[in-house]
């Protein structure tokens, strides 16, 4: 099992670790800042050793990772981990914007159910089970979610089952709330919040999420 830094600190973009085992063109390693796809958070791009990295997969507890045929690497072997930094920042970013948004739109509408959700490096996007169009709510939300921003509160994450790597989130004002991605340090980093209605059909509501630019991550990330 790979020791995750992308938990202890998820504004590192490069580590040197070690290859633990190799099989084809998949291996895994001894720790990684490499997050892979997750509650909807896609995956890290960079590389291994050099390598670029086409895939990274969670398989219970561990992360494979798949790299382009013939790369070399043997267990036991030195590596060099690199992530892009621009991508990561701005997964953390819409996946914490998503995350406001998603415990808001709970508060506003009792038995609502989240059937879907993607991070993506541009855009994040949350599916609901609602019978009702959304779009008279989204002003309110999105002021709701920009006051959160605006407040720039501390982010604290933390094992609720380190054994099996269940993790959290909280805020002032909100409880305990299950995730396993990676997270900024502060509200205040996330930039303004837009929200966007779209229809899935009937019973069916997606909203999207957009920020806009912020300023440069405090902290030993490059800017």
């Known amino acids: 099992m790979s020791l995750k830094q992308f938990w202890v600190d998820p504004y590192q973009t490069g580590l040197d670790t070690t290859v633990t085992g190799v099989d084809g063109d998949t291996l895994t390693l001894a720790s990684t800042i490499f997050f892979a796809f997750s509650g909807g958070q896609e995956s890290d791009t960079g590389s291994i050793g050099g390598r670029p990295v086409l895939s990274a997969e969670k398989r219970g507890l ?12 043997r267990p ?31 508060a506003r509408l009792p ?8 991070i993506a490096a541009d855009k ?30 501390a982010i604290g994450t933390g094992f609720s089952d380190e054994a099996a790597e269940r993790r959290y989130w909280q805020i002032d004002g909100f409880a305990r709330v299950p995730c396993g ?29 957009s920020v806009a630019d912020a300023c440069p991550p405090c902290g030993d990330a490059p800017v």
């Open 62 to 73: 561990d992360i494979v990772y798949t790299l382009t045929p013939g790369h070399g690497l």
């Open 76 to 106: 036991g072997e030195p590596v060099r981990v690199e992530i892009d930094w621009p991508r990561r920042h701005a997964l953390m970013r819409l996946h914490f914007a998503a995350e406001i948004v998603l415990e808001l739109v709970c």
């Open 111 to 118: 038995g609502v159910a989240k059937i879907g959700a993607h």
């Open 124 to 153: 994040a996007r949350i599916d609901f089970e609602w019978p009702e169009p959304v779009t008279p709510l989204l002003a309110a939300l999105a002021a709701q979610a920009n006051a959160i921003v605006a407040a720039d509160l």
């Open 181 to 209: 991605g990676t997270h900024v340090k502060r509200t205040g980093e996330i930039g303004a919040i837009s929200l966007r209605r779209r229809n899935l059909g009937r019973g069916k509501e997606r909203i999207e999420i």
